[in-house]
């Protein structure tokens, strides 16, 4: 069940141990979009899907952050934050890597094996 977005902005709905939870959404899933990602950024409001990815990076950002790795069915597989400056391990199951300032995703409910759903506007 591959999934294929363009760049822009939607919601993510968050189906977890919070509930449903609805969340700001931009979508980076062109090459060029997905390397920027939140370099320059003092912080997100809401989250930044990356697509495809399995692995990110914090090398130049200001700000740490949550990473969750989604597989191809959009459940989270693993959730980690990054402190700037750090490389994250490749995820053998991940397709999708979502990211949000740091201890938000726990606020939404996002934990290992919660269901994603992804709108575009």
């Known amino acids: 069940m591959g999934r294929r977005w363009n760049d822009g902005r939607g919601k993510l709905i968050v189906r977890g141990a919070a509930g449903a939870v609805a969340v700001r959404l931009e979508l980076a899933t062109s090459y060029r979009a ?4 939140l370099l320059g950024r003092d912080g997100i409001d809401g989250a930044m899907l990356l697509s495809p990815a399995s692995s990110v990076h914090t090398f130049r950002m200001r700000f740490p952050i949550d990473v969750a790795y989604l597989d ?5 597989v693993a959730v980690h934050t990054m402190k700037p400056g750090r490389l994250g391990l490749p995820r053998f199951r991940s397709r999708h890597v979502l990211e949000a300032d740091a201890g938000v995703m726990a606020g939404w ?10 709108e575009t506007e």
Do not use: F, H, I, Y
């Open 109 to 118: 409910g996002l934990g290992v094996g919660a269901q994603v759903e992804v």
């Open 34 to 37: 997905r390397t920027k990602g």
């Open 72 to 76: 191809r069915d959009l459940r989270v």
